[in-house]
Nanobody, 115 residues
Framework: VQLQAFGGGLVQAGGSLRLSCAAA????????MAWYRQAPGKERELVAS???????DYADSVKGRFTISRGNAKNTVYLQMNKLKPEDTGIYYC??????????WGQGTQVTVSS
């Protein structure tokens, strides 16, 4: 199973970006999909997650600004990021989890927010 993330880039503070992630090669549907990010010199942290039942969870730092959603196509997930701040800068990774199969990570996409 391979996950690929798209949509990163350079944006000014206050701007928006939409990240996309799609998985190929799976015969199953992920139970949960999530976005993580890793800023330079920091540990990777959970940004947002969503279950198959569309229950969502967000890091406190992004609540009210970011929205995670699953696409109609199997194993696709999006992250709409609004009101971006310089501290949102980092590499964003998507992840899929399937009970009994484990977790699968995408390669990451760079998001840079300039002040």
């Amino acid at each position: 199973v391979q996950l690929q993330a798209f949509g990163g880039g350079l944006v000014q503070a206050g701007g928006s970006l939409r990240l996309s992630c799609a998985a190929a090669g799976s015969s199953f549907t992920f139970d949960t999909m999530a976005w993580y990010r890793q800023a330079p010199g920091k540990e990777r942290e959970l940004v947002a997650s969503i279950t198959r039942g569309t229950s969502t969870d967000y890091a406190d730092s992004v609540k009210g600004r970011f929205t995670i959603s699953r696409g109609n196509a199997k194993n696709t997930v999006y992250l709409q990021m609004n009101k971006l701040k310089p501290e949102d800068t980092g590499i964003y990774y998507c992840k899929g989890d399937k009970r009994a199969w484990g977790e699968f990570w995408g390669q990451g996409t760079q998001v840079t927010v300039s002040s």
